[in-house]
């Protein structure tokens, strides 16, 4: 990974580092692509290989068919293109997790809007314990709040503030015994990469994730699984060539499948370097593997955020993925800007993040992430705390 030659890296729920063998990927398809004529004959079947082959490994990492897979830009038109397509009737409810991401929740704002919907909300951003008990008390919530008018619910599998898990199978579980069976929207922006997602991609109704956070793949290029009943029930809402079965004089049909969620050209090279960064991860092991590996760093750096008696971490036990969130008082317990650390450590070619709700620092650590930069960055902290 060029990117970390230089640079202590924690920001891979933000965008992860691409692998060079994944850079090389990219390069060798453009060529491939000019060589044999962009839009030829000759040009089809690699292009039909390559983005059928990554489909194909999506597809295997979300425990689901190959038919419930569609390609996408990013998380957030994998969340809103199945989403809007939805049967929806003035008064519907939609279960919004008080964790979730702006992007999507400003798409759920825009839908209520014009659908004349109603949105409410699922407290889970202060389930800072273990995540099993986080997991029991969701449960318990999610019954409190779900109404005879609940269409929707919204959860992150991995919460991108705290750091938490969300128990994405259990709730999609407890919905199907709900007269109405609401759709179970999942951002998985920050689960894919880092956590074993089958069991929580092959439950829900849309599980949109993306390829350049922690598969360390390149940008622009995301996938969604969708769920069977949800196929049958949602329809395009941005329409074009590849929303087709046929795309010739007098088409119209839509394909029956996840593709008719897609819409138009995509970047054929991108399908190739994100399916070589999902093979590097592979070859560190399974999903649990390398969750034990990630879990391993993010563990060294909580315990050693807890012996900085100014810093607080948002999860009060050790956080069951690679997001270390905190905040940080000066000598005399006035909190400190939390733009400011990260100034003064991205100074020193460290790199975190600032969130904004709630407001704090972000830290990632991935399979990449070793010991000594883990203990670097507590250095760095430890120095900011004494001035």
Known sequence: MPALGNKTYFNYGGQGPLPSPSLAAISEAFATIQELGPFSDNVWPYVNRTVGGLRQRLAAWFGVASERVAFTENVTSGCVLPLWGLPWEPGDELLVG????????AAFEELARRHRLRITSLPVADLTGDAAAAAAAVGERLEAALTPRTRLVVLSHLLWNTGQTMPIAAVAAQLAGH????????DAAQSLGSLPVAEAAAAAD????????WCCGPEGLGAVAVSERLLEASSPTLIGWRTLEHDG?????????????????????LFAGLDRSLQLLEAEGDGDARLAAIRERSRQLW???????????LLAVPPPAGLVSFTMADPGG???????????????????????SPRCVRACTHLVSTAEEVERLLDQLTQLSVG
């Not at 008080?98 to 929740?105: F, L, M, W």
């Not at 109405?180 to 929207?185: C, D, E, Y």
């Not at 599980?207 to 350049?212: D, F, L, N, P, Q």
């Not at 007098?250 to 090279?269: I, K, L, M, N």
């Open 206 to 213: 849309i599980y949109a994730c993306t390829g350049h956070k």
């Open 303 to 313: 315990e050693g955020l807890q012996r900085i008696g100014v810093v607080r971490t």
């Open 249 to 269: 004089p007098g088409a119209g049909g839509y394909h029956r499948d996840a593709r008719r969620f897609e819409v138009a050209t995509s970047c054929t090279p």
């Open 98 to 105: 008080d964790a979730e991401h702006y992007g999507v929740v």
């Open 334 to 356: 006035d909190p400190l800007d939390p733009a400011a650390i990260v100034k003064r450590l991205g100074d020193r070619d460290t790199w975190l993040r600032t969130l904004e």
């Open 179 to 186: 007269p109405r069976h609401p759709w179970l929207l999942v």
